[in-house]
Every structure is written in structure tokens, then in C-alpha cells.
């Protein structure tokens, strides 16, 4: 008798223990599914030939001054050098070269920048057909020196009129030679070159105070101009604004050519070519 109650409570205590287990397990919060991580994929770069310091305008090239550089290939221009092979083999070629524009430290080397010439860098970066011509200037000669390289500039040819020897006066006469030409260089100065750090402001407040202007002419426009330097009592040149600095087919034909056929009939023109007088016209 005892031990029938004795195992009658056994089975009872066990099927409590079970039901207890799996009331637990019903009850007991999910778990959160293990999301395994998973490895982040490398952006795919390319080799991109980039500048170690600032190149200036003029500025040649040396195998210091280039480097290659992890580039992410969404970014890559066709303009950009990209490493093919040997790398050092594609830097030799451009060491030498002139900057046409400047490069910053860091910009990817475009070879629309460059120019292969063994020529001073004046002439490498002058456009095809056009003529680099200098004018002598003085603060007062060219808007207080705020001129700068890459301006756009009218000249302004001042002289004596005719009549003013025979009537003893003092009037003079005034014209625009020549409309729209770009400054290439102030003195030496072939680019801008703020100092911020002494003037506290942009490039509209630098200021090149020079003796003489270069300006890109055509061979017509040097012609007017080395006549005019020969007739005139001063040049003048007028600073234009940026958004009038678009050269147009008006302002070339708003130049003065009738100084070069008056001086062609009035005095004499002497062509030489190649160290050999050509022509010589004989003076009126």
C-alpha cells in the first residue's frame, strides 16, 4: 500500500517537472535571429597619376613633382594618367613638360595641362596664330595696378591733334585702338598670386604695379599697336568687367587697321625676313 502511494507520487512529482519545462519553454521570449556579418567590399580604385606640390603656370614638370594615388574608378576622368604597368615608364615622358594652367597639390595630372617644348614657357602657352606683344605701362597707364594677368583690357591711344601746332593749343585726340585683348603677363608675373595673409582679402584687392604689359594680339593687332607706340603721346589701358570680357567678331573689327595703311602711306615700311631686307617704300 505504501508503495503504490509511493509511486503514485513519483510519476506525479515527474509529470509536474515536465509540465513546468515546457511552460517555460512556451513563455520564454524568441531570440533574435543571429544576423551574421558580413565583410564589407573594397571600393574598386584605379592608379591615378596626381601632383605632389602646387605646378604654376609656366611650371615645369620634374619625376618629384608626380605621384600615383588610390583613385575610385566612378571618379576616374579619360583625361586622368592611370597606371599601366610599369608606372615609372609613364612618368619619364612628361618630366619636362610645361604647365599650361596651374595644377594644385593633390589634382590628378590631366594631360590637357601639359605642353612638350623646349622653348621658353611664354611661347609654349601662347595660343596658335597669336602674337605675344609688350606695352609699357605706369600705375596711371593701367587702372592703379589692378590689372592682372588674364584681364581683358581696351587700349587707348592718346596724342597731340594735328591742328595744335598751327594754333599753338593744347588739344589732343582720343581713341580705342584696340577692343577686348587679354594681359598675358605684368612685367614677369604670368598668374595671380593672392597673399592673404598680408591683405586679409580676395583677388579683387591684389595689385601688380609693373613697368611694362604683354598683351595676346593677333599679327593685325601687333601691327596697330607697334604703330601707335611709335605715334601716340600715351597708351592707356582700360580695365573691362568680367562679365564684358567674351571676345567677339565686333570688337576685332572695332580695331583701329587705318593705322596701318596711314603709316603705309605716309612713311616708310621696311619688311625684313629672315635678317634680308624685302620691301623698303619709299617716304611721301
Same mark, same amino acid.
Given at each position: 500500500?505504501?508503495?503504490?502511494?509511493?509511486?503514485?507520487?513519483?510519476?506525479?512529482?515527474?509529470?509536474?517537472? &515536465?509540465?513546468?519545462?515546457?511552460?517555460?519553454?512556451?513563455? @520564454?521570449?524568441?531570440?533574435?535571429?543571429?544576423?551574421?556579418?558580413? *565583410?564589407?567590399?573594397?571600393?574598386?580604385?584605379?592608379?591615378?597619376?596626381?601632383?605632389?606640390?602646387?605646378?604654376?603656370?609656366?611650371?615645369?614638370?620634374?619625376?618629384?613633382?608626380?605621384?600615383?594615388?588610390?583613385?575610385?574608378?566612378?571618379?576616374?576622368?579619360?583625361?586622368?594618367?592611370?597606371?599601366?604597368?610599369?608606372?615609372?615608364?609613364?612618368?619619364?615622358?612628361?618630366?619636362?613638360? &610645361?604647365?599650361?594652367?596651374?595644377?594644385?597639390?593633390?589634382?590628378?595630372?590631366?594631360?590637357?595641362?601639359?605642353?612638350?617644348?623646349?622653348?621658353?614657357?611664354?611661347?609654349?602657352?601662347?595660343?596658335?596664330?597669336?602674337?605675344?606683344?609688350?606695352?609699357?605701362?605706369?600705375?596711371? *597707364?593701367?587702372?592703379?595696378?589692378?590689372?592682372?594677368?588674364?584681364?581683358?583690357?581696351?587700349?587707348?591711344?592718346?596724342?597731340?591733334?594735328?591742328?595744335?601746332?598751327?594754333?599753338?593749343?593744347?588739344?589732343?585726340?582720343?581713341?580705342?585702338?584696340?577692343?577686348?585683348?587679354?594681359?598675358?603677363?605684368?612685367?614677369?608675373?604670368?598668374?595671380?598670386?593672392?597673399?592673404?595673409?598680408?591683405?586679409?582679402?580676395?583677388?579683387?584687392?591684389?595689385?601688380? &604695379?609693373?613697368?611694362?604689359?604683354?598683351?595676346?594680339?593677333?599679327?593685325?593687332?601687333?601691327?596697330?599697336?607697334?604703330?601707335?607706340?611709335?605715334?601716340? !603721346?600715351?597708351?592707356?589701358?582700360?580695365?573691362?568687367?568680367? @562679365?564684358?570680357?567674351?571676345?567677339?567678331?565686333?570688337?576685332?573689327?572695332? !580695331?583701329?587697321?587705318?593705322?596701318?595703311?596711314? *603709316?603705309?602711306?605716309?612713311?616708310?615700311?621696311?619688311?625684313?625676313?629672315?635678317?634680308?631686307?624685302?620691301?623698303?617704300?619709299?617716304?611721301?
Amino acid at each position: 500500500m505504501k508503495i503504490t502511494r509511493v509511486a503514485v507520487l513519483g510519476v506525479a512529482v515527474g509529470a509536474g517537472l &515536465i509540465a513546468a519545462v515546457i511552460a517555460m519553454r512556451v513563455t @520564454a521570449p524568441s531570440q533574435a535571429p543571429v544576423v551574421s556579418a558580413q *565583410t564589407a567590399v573594397a571600393p574598386t580604385t584605379s592608379q591615378v597619376l596626381v601632383a605632389t606640390k602646387d605646378i604654376p603656370l609656366g611650371g615645369r614638370l620634374d619625376s618629384g613633382a608626380m605621384q600615383w594615388q588610390d583613385w575610385p574608378v566612378s571618379g576616374v576622368s579619360s583625361h586622368f594618367i592611370q597606371k599601366q604597368g610599369d608606372g615609372n615608364a609613364q612618368i619619364t615622358p612628361l618630366v619636362g613638360s &610645361i604647365a599650361r594652367a596651374t595644377i594644385y597639390t593633390g589634382e590628378p595630372i590631366n594631360e590637357a595641362k601639359l605642353i612638350n617644348s623646349d622653348r621658353g614657357y611664354m611661347s609654349a602657352i601662347l595660343p596658335a596664330g597669336m602674337r605675344a606683344v609688350a606695352i609699357k605701362i605706369a600705375a596711371d *597707364t593701367s587702372a592703379g595696378g589692378f590689372i592682372l594677368p588674364n584681364d581683358r583690357v581696351d587700349v587707348i591711344m592718346t596724342r597731340h591733334s594735328p591742328d595744335a601746332n598751327e594754333t599753338g593749343g593744347n588739344d589732343f585726340q582720343t581713341r580705342v585702338i584696340l577692343n577686348n585683348v587679354r594681359v598675358l603677363a605684368i612685367d614677369q608675373t604670368v598668374e595671380n598670386k593672392s597673399d592673404t595673409s598680408k591683405t586679409g582679402s580676395d583677388n579683387g584687392s591684389e595689385t601688380v &604695379i609693373g613697368q611694362t604689359a604683354t598683351l595676346e594680339l593677333s599679327s593685325e593687332q601687333a601691327q596697330i599697336l607697334t604703330v601707335a607706340q611709335q605715334s601716340s !603721346d600715351r597708351l592707356t589701358l582700360a580695365l573691362r568687367s568680367v @562679365a564684358d570680357s567674351h571676345p567677339s567678331p565686333a570688337d576685332a573689327a572695332a !580695331d583701329a587697321t587705318d593705322l596701318i595703311g596711314n *603709316t603705309k602711306q605716309n612713311g616708310a615700311v621696311t619688311v625684313i625676313r629672315d635678317g634680308v631686307v624685302r620691301d623698303v617704300s619709299s617716304i611721301r
